[in-house]
């Protein structure tokens, strides 16, 4: 089958804002916005971090494997030998094998050279794929959320508006909430995920005579406290806004509700056509909503949270970047 071409980059293209107007990609990019990439994503026009974050988990993979056989060559020496289904099989799609024929399958391999050791890196180097896997999700999350804001119609069919401030829900503004709550869902993931690979690596096995556990099966980001790198300057481990917020938002989303008891989009409207386009977040105050009584969901500081996604999602990823590059120092 022929390979499908991507969407070509032209003078027309668009280039999505932040203020949720996009404009052609003749005109230029005024600061941060998207743009198509052939692959039909919405990549950023400045740096997110996604690939700064791809690079120190390439060298966790490593590390993992150098730390658990003592060298580097020696695990590349067995690594020919060893049966495909080791680092597939309970781990991924790859191996159609069920949990009865993976454990007799270990059985006739326990002569095997370091197989508990190969098993266990397998294990451990899962929490590094997590994290490049989730942190694609957050940057294509990031940028679906744009797409969604810049150019589908918030309310269908079409009708004419009045000059002044609008707002519509509709089918379009529930996806966006629920792309923009995922968002905030997984950039939560990613603190627990950093948070396990780091109390794996400070607590690695050095007896290979059975197969290991993992440590950090039952360990959150909640448990950080209990981390070597807890307060590690510049980590995802310090007192940050960025992982206040995220963890404020999920909790809401998890636990108690919507960001908004009814999904809205704003546009305000100037000669008939949209200028501007916006979606609200609740006020907070010292890290925590602002609240009265039952009432936690104030919008009278009007917090445009599309203006300021992008700088959130950078922060946090040279954050992780940072947590990452000092979770390396500990092998």
């Known amino acids: 089958m022929d390979r499908k071409e991507g969407p070509a980059l032209g003078p027309t293209s ?3 804002n932040l203020n949720g107007i996009p404009t052609p990609f003749r005109d230029g990019a005024k600061g941060d916005g998207f743009c198509q990439e052939p692959q039909g994503s919405w990549q950023p026009l400045q740096d997110d971090g996604l ?6 988990c390439v060298e966790l993979h490593n590390d993992l494997a150098a730390k658990i056989f003592g060298d580097i060559n020696r695990y590349h020496t067995l690594l020919h030998k060893a049966p ?3 680092d597939q099989a309970g781990l991924n799609s790859e191996a159609a094998m069920g949990r009865d024929d993976f ?3 270990l059985v006739k391999l326990a002569s095997f050279p370091d197989l508990n050791r190969l098993l266990y890196l397998y294990d451990s180097r899962v929490l590094v794929s997590a994290i490049q896997e ?6 294509q999350l990031t940028g679906e959320f744009y797409r969604i804001f810049n150019l589908e119609p918030f309310f269908a069919p079409g009708i004419p508006q009045e000059d002044g401030t609008r707002w519509s829900t509709s089918p379009t503004v529930t996806m966006l909430f629920s792309t923009l709550g995922f ?16 109390r794996e690596v400070e607590r690695m096995p050095t007896n290979f005579s059975s197969y290991p556990k993992l440590a950090s099966s039952n360990f959150l980001f909640g448990g950080r406290k209990r981390l070597k790198l807890n307060n590690a300057p510049g980590t995802l481990f310090e007192a940050c806004d960025e992982v206040a917020e995220i ?3 999920r909790n809401l989303l998890i636990h108690d509700g919507l960001l908004d008891d009814m999904p809205k989009a704003y546009e305000v409207i100037e000669n008939g056509q949209a200028i501007e386009r916006f979606v609200l977040m609740p006020d907070r105050k010292n890290g925590q909503f602002e ?26 990823q040279t954050r992780q970047v940072a947590t990452l590059a000092a979770v390396r120092t500990l092998f």
């Open 14 to 16: 668009p280039l999505l």
């Open 51 to 56: 690939y700064a974050v791809e690079a120190e």
């Open 84 to 86: 495909p289904f080791l």
């Open 103 to 105: 454990e007799a399958a």
């Open 134 to 139: 989730c942190t694609k999700e957050v940057s």
């Open 183 to 198: 968002l905030f869902i997984r950039l939560h993931s990613l603190l627990d995920y950093v948070a396990k690979l780091a």
């Open 247 to 249: 963890e404020l938002v």
């Open 291 to 316: 609240r009265f009584r039952n009432r936690h969901r104030f919008y009278g500081r009007e917090d445009r949270i599309n203006l300021r996604l992008m700088t959130l999602v950078r922060n946090f």
